[in-house]
């Protein structure tokens, strides 16, 4: 990989009307590493990573993916896995066909569809409707999906959300084989217990930035869980959503 960081985000500010959801927040995902971006409701999770990939254009400041604004970053869509909430498949259509669709969008093989499939598990059902699949097998299916242009980088809004036990040490042991072939995985996530679990490096994120760095470095200045580190980060919770 030429450039040093996967992803960068320098000063990024989104305004809507009122309310600012990210404040000047600036962090780098290193490659090859699991990085978690944390945070509660409404603290600007998901509206990071949308600017990260051109969904929402920044007030202020910018975010680069492997050097460039992802609109400008050639094969973008191949390069870059993205499960998000937004994309609603065609009504009725199987997990199969709608992967199929992707595969054609992408330009990648159709036999890439029964290879993503295979790897996360859910081959078995893909002749299914999707409007049938539970939560967990559309986590894996939306997972498929990003997986389908083999990409360096993964987009992964809340991958956890609706997954089982079994479902999420499945998540925590892909994530990590997915690293391990050397792809550098960008996840957001309200699951503590489960982050500490899974990444390599921690940004937490409350409208401003709180922390970036490797997680050990995060839990291991005090000798505490992941949880109570993010507690004094953020400051405990009002009942108010996206408190300075
Ligand atoms: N399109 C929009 N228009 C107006 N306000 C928005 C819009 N998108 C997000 N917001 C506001 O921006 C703030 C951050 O929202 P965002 O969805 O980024 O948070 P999040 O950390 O992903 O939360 P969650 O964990 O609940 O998904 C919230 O106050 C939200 O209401």
């Known amino acids: 990989m030429s450039t040093a960081t996967a992803a960068e985000f320098r000063g990024l500010t989104k305004r809507f009307g009122d309310v600012t959801a990210v404040e000047d927040v600036s962090f780098s995902v290193r490659p090859g590493r699991i990085t978690g971006l944390l945070g509660r409701n409404g603290a600007g999770k998901t509206t990071t990573l949308r600017m990260l990939l051109g969904l929402a254009q920044p007030s202020a400041g910018k975010a680069t993916v492997f050097g460039s604004p992802y609109q400008e970053l050639p094969d973008a869509a191949r390069r870059v896995g993205v499960s998000m909430d937004g994309v609603a498949p065609i009504p009725g259509t199987t997990g199969y066909r709608d992967l199929l669709i992707w595969a054609r969008m992408l330009g990648v093989p159709g036999a890439r569809v029964d290879a993503v499939l295979e790897q996360v598990g859910i081959a078995g059902s893909a002749n299914r409707k999707l409007n049938g699949y539970s939560t967990g097998m559309r986590q894996r299916h939306a997972l498929a999906a990003a997986l389908l242009a083999d990409p360096e980088l993964l987009v992964l809004d809340e991958p956890a959300n609706g997954l089982d036990p079994d479902g999420i040490r499945w998540l925590r042991d892909f994530l990590r084989s997915l690293a391990d072939e050397g792809r550098t995985i960008l996840l957001s996530s309200h699951l503590l217990a489960e982050v500490e679990q899974t990444v390599d490096d921690v940004v937490i994120l409350q409208r401003t930035l709180r922390y970036s760095g490797p997680l050990d ?16 980060l953020v400051g405990a919770a009002t009942g108010g959503q996206n408190d300075a």
């Open 217 to 232: 470095e995060l839990v291991s200045q005090k000798q505490e869980s992941l949880e109570n580190r993010f507690f004094d």
